[in-house]
Structure formats: C-alpha cells, structure tokens
C-alpha cells in the first residue's frame, strides 16, 4: 500500500515538474522570414500624446496621465504626473538604446520598478524592433515575428492574413513574461493594455483627447 | 637681413597692440558681466515678481490674513489647471470645480479633459478615477497627511503659520503673493516652492503655483467664486 503511494506521489511529481517545465511557446512553429508584413505590421513610432494611465500593483492603484513626446534628437520623453499635477517620472529613451532617468520620486527610485516600467515602454514604444534580425512562428492560427534579446525574446502578433497587429509580447525561453494588447493601431493606438504574467502588475493607458 | 629683423620687430610691436586690445575688451566685458549679476542678484526676488513688493510688516499681515480668512467659512468654485513641462515645451490644461467648507472638509473634481474627483474629509481621503475609488486614512501615510494638511492651510488662510514652510509675502495693488519654500526633505522633492496669489478684497486665493526642482509646474486658477453660501456636508461624503 505505501509503496502505491511513493509510487503515485512520485508520478504525480514528475508531472507537475513536466508541466511547470512545458514551455508557452511550445505551439509555435519557426517558418521563413516574411519581411514584407513584418514591415508592415511591426510598432516602431509613436506619436507624441498624452494617456490617462493606471496602475495597478498587488492591492496598490495609482493613475495619472502619462506624456509621450517624440523629440527634436530623436529620442523619446515618457512622463508621468498624477492628475494634479505632480511628476512621479520622467525617462528618457534615447536614439542610440540608452535610457536615462530624468526624474523619479524617492518612492518609486528602486531598480527593479525602474527597470519593469523601462522594459515595458520599450516595448510599446517598439525600440526592440528597431533593430536586430525578425525571425517568424507560426501557431493558433497567429503569426510570431520575434527579435530576441539578451535573455528574452520581444514579439509582435499578427493573424495569418498580416491584417493588423494584435498583441506586442515578451518572453524568456519557456514563459511568456508581459502582454501588451494595443487598442487601435500604430502609430496613434487608442490604448494599451500591458499585462504582467509573472506577477500582479497591470498598467491601461487611453489616448486623452485634449478639449 | 635687416630687412627681416625690421619686420619681426614690427610685428611683434603689432601684435603686443592688439593684445592689448583684445585684454581692454575681455576685461571691460567681465566688469559688465560681474556688475550685471551682482545688480540681478541684489534684485532677484523683485524680478522674478516684477508687479510686486515686499510686505514691510509681517507679522501685522499674518494676523490680518489668518482674521480676514477665518471669515471666509466656504467657498465653491470652478478652476483650470494649467500643467507645464518646461524642457519638453508641453503644457496640459485641465478644469473642474472646486468645493471648501471650514473645517478640514474641500472637493476637488476634475471634469475636462479626463475625471478625477479627490474628497478630503477631515483625516479620510477618497479618490475616484476612471477605474477605482478608494479611500485613505490620511493619517497613515505622512505624505498624503502633509499635502491635506497644506490643501487647507492655503484655503483656511493658515499656511502661514505652517512648519512646513518658511515664507516670504509680497504684494501688489490688488493681490498678495506668498512664496512658500518647503522646510522638509520629502516636500522638497515635489516642490521647490508654493507660490499663492491671494485677493486683496475677500482674502481669498486667486491661483496656486506649485514650482517642481525639475522647472515644472503646476498653476491652478480659480474663478467665478461663491463665498460664504451654504454647501451641504454630502457634497464630501466618503
């Protein structure tokens, strides 16, 4: 009977272990390159707007209203401000990929808050595209176009039909790390809705009409 | 041979003479340059408020102030807000209505161009944006504690009297101006001062600056006000 037991417990933990290993991008299928809707679909440029923005971390909520302004350098100016006015942020991405901290409030100046909101405007700004080899999945009936990072990979989804672009994305090697959904299309989306997967960190940005 | 020496001998004394010349300028240039920022230094507080002068009597003004606002026991208004990024030449102007009543009770509800509604009740805080409300017991967190705090000082007329601030007071024919600088390392992060424009008349504020360290700032304007009129206690229901 114990024997049964050790025996169940130790399939039970292989399995587990095999489906905590089994990767998110297990259905993906490389294929050739396809430059063209990869041209025409990938999120490069932004125009310069202001969003209402939230932020949700854990139970914390913050909102405010998020600049992002293209520059005469070339180089990209992300800040936040709650709604009376106050600057909780402001970075800056510049045209050679560096990116400089111009400002940011004691409470949130902790590297790794610095280093979530750089990696997740990064992608909606689409700096990852910008440069480096797009290699093409196929899978559910989506199209990957991924340009790998360091130790991740930055994604922009497509249908099949290279229609509109979906979803931006990264991902290590086996889990998928952060989902953008992009409300409209590029380079003035109506919004953005940027998902942490690892942990519980949600950020919505909407376009701000100014009256 | 003496011909070349006869040259060099020229040029040298040539050159001696536009040195000179050039010295004479380089010297009457950092004499100016120096007169002209000893000259805006001793007037610095006069040209960065060019329509105003200093209050000769403080304290009598402080006494006068903290009177003549204790009258003031509500008021309800409209007000833009002005948000001006000054290195990314950006400006955002935002609008809504304002609400006070003596004590401890002011509503701030943002309608244009996005909602925001902020209620400060006494020690509670309730915010509502698009998405949630919540609301905070401002005595648990000191920063929210200090900005309640200098929200009614500036309205209830008692932000002189704050420790929060050390202040200097100017005016003109119709307003005074009371420039604020933060006394405490958290508030000086946000602001590097506070300035308020107050009315002469009714001893009431005209507009609220809040100047950043980054060179941002804030202006809040406040118009079409209603003093003294009955605002029912559910208008800060939290």
């Not at chain 2, 002068?53 to 409209?78: G, P, R, Y």
Request: proline share 2%; charged share 25%; net charge positive.
């Amino acid at each position: 009977m114990n024997q049964l037991v050790m025996r169940y417990l130790l399939f039970s933990a292989c399995l587990v272990a095999l489906i905590g290993c089994a990767s998110d991008y297990q259905f993906l299928q490389k294929t050739a390159d396809d430059i063209s809707c990869a041209d025409k679909i990938k999120p490069t440029h932004l125009s310069t707007a202001w969003y209402t923005t939230s932020v949700d971390v854990y139970d914390k909520h913050i909102s405010g209203l998020l600049l992002i302004k293209n520059m005469p350098d070339s180089s990209v100016r992300v800040v936040f401000t709650n709604e009376a006015g106050v600057t909780f942020f402001d970075f800056g991405f510049l045209l050679d990929g560096t990116f400089k901290v111009y400002s940011i409030v004691s409470q949130l100046k902790k590297k790794a808050v610095i280093q979530t909101l750089r990696k997740d405007f990064e992608l909606i700004l689409g700096i990852p595209f910008r440069q480096g080899m797009i290699e093409r999945w196929e899978g559910n009936e989506q199209v990957f176009f991924g340009v790998k990072q360091k130790k991740e990979t930055a994604y922009f989804i497509t249908s099949k039909d290279c229609a509109s672009l979906r979803n931006i994305e990264l991902g290590s090697m086996r889990k998928r790390k952060v989902s953008v959904q992009v409300v409209g299309s590029y380079p003035s989306p109506e919004g953005f809705e940027i998902t942490h997967l690892l942990f519980d960190m949600k950020l919505k940005l909407t376009y701000l009409l100014k009256e | 041979m003496w011909k070349m020496q006869f040259y060099r001998k020229v040029d040298k004394a040539q050159r001696m003479k536009n040195m000179k010349v050039k010295d004479f300028i380089v010297m009457r240039r950092r004499r100016i340059g120096i007169a002209l920022m000893f000259f805006l230094f001793a007037h610095s507080s006069f040209a960065q408020y060019p329509t105003y002068k200093a209050v000769s009597d403080l304290t009598a003004f402080k006494k006068q102030f903290s009177t003549e606002s204790a009258k003031v026991s509500s008021i309800n208004s409209t007000f833009v807000q002005e948000k001006i990024l000054t290195a990314l030449t950006e400006k955002i102007t935002s609008e809504g209505k304002f609400w006070f009543k003596r004590s401890n009770k002011v509503k701030i509800e943002y309608t244009k161009p996005f909602r925001y509604v902020m209620t400060m009740n006494g020690d509670k805080m309730k915010v509502k944006d698009d998405q949630k409300e919540s609301t905070i017991n401002v005595k648990s967190n000191k920063l929210f504690q200090q900005i309640n705090r200098i929200m009614v000082d500036c309205v209830q007329g008692t932000i002189l009297d704050s420790k929060d601030f050390t202040s200097k007071v100017f005016e003109n024919d119709k307003t005074y101006l009371l420039e604020m600088t933060p006394s405490s390392k958290s508030l000086r992060e946000f602001f590097q001062t506070i300035v308020l424009v107050v009315e002469k008349k009714d001893y009431t504020v005209k507009s609220i600056e809040m100047n950043e360290p980054s060179g941002d700032k804030t202006v809040i304007s406040f118009f079409n006000k209603k003093i003294n009129e009955s605002i029912g206690d559910e208008v800060f229901a939290l």
